[in-house]
């Protein structure tokens, strides 16, 4: 059958109008060929017909109320089906031929809840796959299918009559859906579920009805729903694919984050999809959809910091670009009490110095005198464009396209003259620090004002470092501004929804570093839910029982064999899936927060950084060299013994534990006295005192070693020196538990040392890190805290100094990563690991966001795209569980026993073992390999972004 011919609608100009109003839309629009995507996307205000015949355009309609009217006595009659049927315990869920376990009625509601659960995994499948798939332009029928099921609701969203599915319409989609659900699922629990699932889709229709005319509170969840709808429809039409929650964008990286309006690379919406953007947040959240966008964070309270320095203390600018009557005060340089003005003086003038003779050429001021301990530092226009374009960072295009910034081209970007948008404040603060360690002496100089013994500069040496070290720079630390905090605050650990976390104002108010662990945290937490959900499943399901042969009682509160099993494969396969779904957020993250195509490589080296004084083969500036080859020797045949020696001291310390507590339990067994009794305690107080004391030297000398490697970037020296922390600290966590399951082979041991880390450690944990610095900051609170609302500005600023200085996020990764390496190495001996795990994290991201918006000094945060080794280490963990799970399984006395009445020997038993252990890591590497680092689009971003920066490059050489 042909399609109708497109000669009947002969009235329409192909190049305006694309269809007939007045005629119905169902034929028409199969005619806009390549047309069509970009056309469907434009929305209208206005009613439209898709058939001719009256009874065919009646069932294309229907309200609200009919949905619930039509389904929920549905719902209601399956639900006391099931649990009639369920009552009569002849359900039963067989795990094996041979082995099932009885469904009673009691399990019910949870089989019900994980059929809405289910179904909001279809609901997003159907509505990315189905509803948002591109039909081919050459395909008539095809677009015509596609706007009859979901293409005419982003056409009109505002017709009110087409927001539901219409029962008769809906009823063959959910009879098919019955019949997918008892194919797949158990005979039995397939009603159950099916029952969940349909009353999933009257709350999903509902919902949906609701997101578009309903009022919600502002803070509330459908609030949030609402304004995620909002952007699906009129900005990301590709994204944002949950309607009742945004869960499965999350790991499928389509979420909408919080403010990609520069970010996304979709093409710009004409006016009149910006008037009907604006129309529907109008009508849709009556004046109450106030999203705030990063740069209304950032820029809120920056006018009232710069107004409390006078304009004309600050360093006077030649440039015209660069001049401004409010300057915004970035970073703070602490002096110690005693420095001389001399000496104050000759360190602003050389933060005013132009780079060519040395300086950083930013804008200093002397705080409230020449004699005082405190220099504030800003950055005219031009040098935080100069540096912009050093890091490599990516900024949105006048085409809206992100592009590798080029100072040449500068105005081609959006937003280049308001750095309070065009740069994050985090980004703004690191180009300042930048610029301060870059700060040198052209030539051997005695500083003024200091002693001669202790003031010589050598040339190129770096001076803040060198100040520091003389103890005339206490601190240099980045400014917090306190409204764009509290908004900050406000909109993270504060709010009330439990799960998702501003991002993209986590990163312009405190940088990609912290922005990234945050994220990944949110990731990691979310991913928690499924190993959670089989480990409650494992961990009460009825056992086999105790059998003849295994030794002990507490092996029968283990899980089955089968169970282990299960555990230890879902283990391997879930550490992959998520690691890989993670680089593709990452790199999705990094693209939205311009890191992809960073250039750390061709900046100034670190301050640190030594060698020989020449002309870099590379960027043409004389710097230091310093051969690769000689930095890679010192690594290999020092860092890397002495590395392996403190590790060898740690194994040493363990085995003096073991060696002490079996000495002191001997004694007590022979003399039983009260003396022998205390003595019971010395070995582990010992080992504590001896670890500690071995993990503080380690500290200073990795840090010594690394120093000694001499890296030139800083990214380089803090991956090497984490890798160094990290050997040290998973050794520490992880030696004693490889020694039980391994050495001792006493799993019944390994899981109470388990539990009681997973229950204790972190109870213990969640009060040091959060309970005493909040007691501490609560009651003997610094400067900081005694504050008043009418205070200077000034004051304020001043007193930021009395706050530590914020740790680092070493301890945090660690934290998660030794989690991790808990669930991925042992969680099939204890499978509540993932239970415990997910409680621990979803206040982890309250109270770590708390310390770092409240107990401590703003940290400087260099652009990064990525976590750095901290991902690689997570990585190499998740391998290491395949050979962990399969050893584990092989050492069980139940997988003993259930090997010994197979008839398999212990040769047969680990030959088998090993087998199995290369067939599931040739899977996990092709997991690996299927699925793409990179989503395509980042890919075709990237060629895109390479693409620009090469025709910048063309343009210059012109």
Not at 127 to 155: C, D, E, N, W
Not at 549 to 571: I, K, N, T
Request: hydrophobic share 45%; proline share 6%; charged share 20%.
């Amino acid at each position: 059958m042909a399609p109708p011919s497109a000669a009947s609608h002969s009235r329409v100009d192909p190049e305006t109008d694309l269809v007939d109003w007045q005629q119905p839309l169902a034929w028409q629009v199969g005619h806009l060929g390549e047309k069509y995507d970009a056309w469907v996307h434009q929305p209208v205000d206005r009613p439209l017909r898709l058939f001719q015949s009256p009874l065919l355009e009646a069932t294309t309609k229907t309200s609200w109320y009919m949905v619930p009217l039509v389904w929920i006595p549905v719902v209601f009659y399956l639900s006391w089906y099931c649990y009639t049927s369920l009552a009569e315990e002849k359900t039963r869920l067989f795990l094996t031929r041979e082995y099932s376990v009885v469904v009673h009625q009691y399990s019910f509601p949870i089989i019900f809840l994980l059929g809405v659960f289910l179904w909001t995994f279809l609901e997003y499948c159907i509505h990315r796959f189905v509803f948002h798939m591109r039909p081919p332009a050459h395909s008539y029928y095809l677009i015509t299918i596609h706007f009859l099921l979901h293409g005419q609701h982003h056409k009109s969203p505002f017709d009110r009559s087409r927001l539901v599915f219409p029962p008769g319409l809906a009823s063959p989609f959910i009879g098919g859906l019955y019949l997918l659900f008892t194919v797949i699922f158990p005979e039995g629990l397939s009603l159950c579920l099916f029952t969940g699932g349909l009353g999933g889709y009257v709350v999903y229709d509902l919902i949906h009805y609701y997101l578009h005319y309903g009022s919600p509170q502002p803070g509330s969840y459908l609030y949030g729903l609402k304004a995620y709808h909002i952007k699906h429809h009129f900005k990301h039409q590709r994204a944002g694919f949950g309607i009742t929650t945004s869960l499965w964008d999350h790991p499928f990286s389509t979420v909408i984050l919080e403010e990609p309006s520069e970010h996304d690379g979709q093409p710009s919406p004409s006016p009149t999809s910006s008037w009907f953007r604006f129309l529907f947040c109008l009508h849709a959240l009556h004046s109450d959809v106030r999203m705030t966008s990063e740069a209304q964070l950032q820029h809120r309270g920056s006018s009232a910091l710069a107004m409390a320095l006078k304009a004309g203390s600050w360093t006077p600018v030649s440039c015209p670009c660069c001049h401004n009557d409010q300057v915004e005060p970035l970073v703070m340089i602490q002096l110690a009490p005693k420095v001389k003005p001399a000496t104050k003086k000759w360190i602003i003038s050389r933060i005013e110095a132009p780079e060519a003779e040395g300086g950083a050429q930013l804008l200093a001021h002397p705080g409230e005198d020449s004699d005082g301990d405190v220099i504030l530092v800003a950055a005219p226009r031009c040098t935080l464009l100069r540096v912009t374009e050093d890091l490599g960072l990516c900024k949105p295009y006048k085409d809206g396209s992100m592009a590798a910034f080029s100072y040449q081209d500068r105005d081609s970007f959006k937003n280049v003259d308001n750095m309070q948008e065009f740069l994050t404040a985090a980004e703004r603060q690191f180009v300042v620090k930048y610029e301060l360690d870059s700060l040198n002496v052209e030539k051997d100089q005695h500083i003024p004002g200091m002693p001669l013994s202790k003031g010589l500069l050598q040339a190129r040496e770096s001076i803040i470092q060198k100040l520091q070290k003389f103890g005339v720079v206490l601190s240099v630390f980045p400014l917090h501004d306190q409204r764009s905090l509290d908004d900050l605050a406000k909109s993270w650990y504060t709010r009330k929804q439990l799960w998702g976390q501003p991002l993209d104002s986590i990163n312009a108010y405190f940088g990609g570093r912290v922005a990234f662990y945050f994220s990944f945290l949110d990731f990691y937490t979310w991913a928690l839910v499924l190993p959670a959900a089989l480990g409650l499943v494992l961990a009460f399901l009825p056992g086999e029982g105790p059998k003849a042969g295994v030794q002990g009682e507490d092996e029968d509160e283990g899980p089955s064999v089968r169970g282990l099993m299960v555990q230890a494969v879902f283990s391997m396969l879930w550490s992959t899936v998520v690691m890989e779904l993670w680089k593709r957020r990452s790199s999705s993250l990094s693209y939205y927060w311009g890191t992809l195509h960073l250039a750390e490589r061709f900046a100034e080296p670190r301050p640190g950084f030594h060698g020989t004084v020449g002309q870099s083969p590379i960027t043409g500036r004389m710097e230091p060299l310093f051969p690769e080859w000689r930095r890679k020797l010192r690594i290999g045949l020092v860092s890397a013994p002495v590395v392996g020696l403190f590790l060898g001291m740690v194994v040493l310390g363990i085995a003096g534990f073991y060696w002490g507590e079996a000495a002191v339990q001997g004694l007590n067994a022979e003399y039983d006295s009260l003396l022998t009794a205390g003595l019971l305690y010395v070995p582990s107080l010992t080992h504590i005192l001896y670890v500690n004391v071995l993990g503080t030297v380690y500290g200073k000398v990795s840090h010594l070693l690394t120093e000694w490697e001499n890296h030139r970037e800083e990214s380089a020296f803090q991956n090497h020196l984490t890798v160094k922390a990290l050997l040290f600290t998973f050794f520490n966590y992880f030696a004693i538990l490889f020694h039980i399951a391994f050495f001792k082979q006493d799993l019944p041991l390994l899981r109470k040392r388990l539990s009681s880390l997973l229950i204790v450690t972190q109870l213990v944990s969640q009060c040091t890190e959060v309970l005493v610095p909040f007691l501490v900051d609560r009651f003997f609170g610094t400067s900081a805290k005694k504050l008043q609302e009418d205070d200077p500005e000034v004051d304020r600023i001043r007193a930021q100094t009395s706050l530590p200085p914020f740790p680092g996020l070493f301890s945090e990764y660690i934290e998660l990563l030794v989690q991790y390496g808990y669930l991925s190495l042992f969680s099939c001996v204890y499978p509540l690991t993932a239970v415990f795990l997910l409680l621990n994290n979803v206040t982890e991201m309250r109270t770590d966001a708390f310390k770092i918006c409240r107990l401590f000094q703003k940290p400087f945060s260099a652009p990064v795209a990525s976590m750095g080794v901290w991902q690689a280490a997570f990585e190499i963990l998740g391998f290491v569980s395949v050979i962990s799970n399969c050893w584990l399984l092989l050492l069980s006395p139940r997988v003993k026993l259930f090997c010994q009445e197979g008839g398999f020997s212990s040769r047969n038993a680990l030959l088998f073992a090993i087998l199995i252990e290369h067939i599931l890591i040739l899977i996990k590497m092709i997991l690996s390999f299927a699925i793409p680092d990179e989503p395509d689009w980042i890919r075709k971003k990237r060629d895109e972004i390479e693409f620009h920066s090469l025709q910048a490059l063309n343009q210059q050489k012109q």
